[in-house]
């Protein structure tokens, strides 16, 4: 099997992935693979970066688990779903976890025929050859980094439109100087302005 067993943290994958409290926040994820390799991957996985992996050999399994691990990706290694089977994965796991939920799929290339329609079944990421910890984990971090970057883009917005809402519309006075929109509009704390940078947002990047 490519890539040994590391008992060793990876640091490129740790940083920026810890609370307020440095203490690692564990991404949940599924994997569906070869028993041959399965629980090898388990271990590299979770050791090389806050992943809690709930490993199973077949895609049955895994769609069993989906709805308790409510996982931010789904990692699976090629050949081992069939199509209808990764569409229903796609639905119940973002069910399961209120948020757009990424497949990444190892040991590429797709058929042609799912290659064409990867879009549909929620593959985000697909990464060729036999199994490699370092290009396995960096499909899994621009996977869910992508979906993390949608989810804080939708809040700035949320953010934007509630403060819009709660401002008053603009009234020029009758034979006088304009007013402001807001009376208050000096007083309005800091905080009211979104910043990317101020907004929570997941420690997988």
């Known amino acids: 099997?490519?890539?040994?067993?590391?008992?060793?943290?990876?640091?490129?994958?740790?940083q920026g992935m810890t609370?307020?409290?440095?203490a690692p926040v564990l991404r949940p994820i599924?994997?569906?693979?070869?028993?041959?390799i399965l629980e090898t991957?388990?271990?590299?996985?979770?050791?090389?970066?806050?992943l809690r992996v709930k490993a199973v050999p077949t895609m049955q399994e895994a769609l069993?688990?989906?709805?308790?691990?409510?996982?931010?990706?789904?990692?699976?290694?090629?050949?081992?779903?069939?199509p209808r089977q990764l569409m229903?994965?796609?639905?119940i796991s973002?069910?399961?976890?209120?948020?757009?939920?990424?497949?990444?799929?190892?040991?590429?290339?797709?058929?042609?025929?799912?290659e064409v329609k990867r879009n549909d079944f929620g593959i985000a990421e697909v990464v060729d050859g036999a199994y490699l910890l370092a290009p396995v984990l960096e499909a899994l971090?621009?996977?869910?980094g992508k979906i993390d970057a949608l989810r804080r883009t939708d809040q700035i917005r949320r953010k934007i439109a509630s403060i819009s809402q709660n401002l008053k519309p603009y009234q020029a006075p009758e034979g006088g100087e304009a007013e402001p929109a807001h009376p208050d509009a000096q007083a309005l704390p800091k905080d009211d302005i979104p910043d990317a940078q101020a907004l929570p947002k997941d420690d997988f990047e």
């Open 88 to 91: 229903i994965a796609k639905q």
């Open 1 to 14: 099997m490519a890539g040994g067993l590391s008992r060793r943290p990876c640091p490129k994958y740790e």
């Open 41 to 50: 991957m388990r271990m590299e996985l979770a050791d090389a970066a806050p």
């Open 94 to 114: 973002q069910l399961a976890a209120s948020r757009k939920v990424p497949i990444v799929i190892f040991g590429g290339p797709l058929d042609p025929a799912l």
């Open 30 to 36: 599924v994997l569906v693979a070869d028993e041959a």
């Open 141 to 144: 971090k621009s996977a869910i």
């Open 64 to 82: 069993a688990a989906i709805p308790t691990a409510q996982p931010h990706a789904i990692l699976i290694q090629n050949g081992k779903a069939q």
């Open 19 to 22: 609370s307020g409290k440095n």
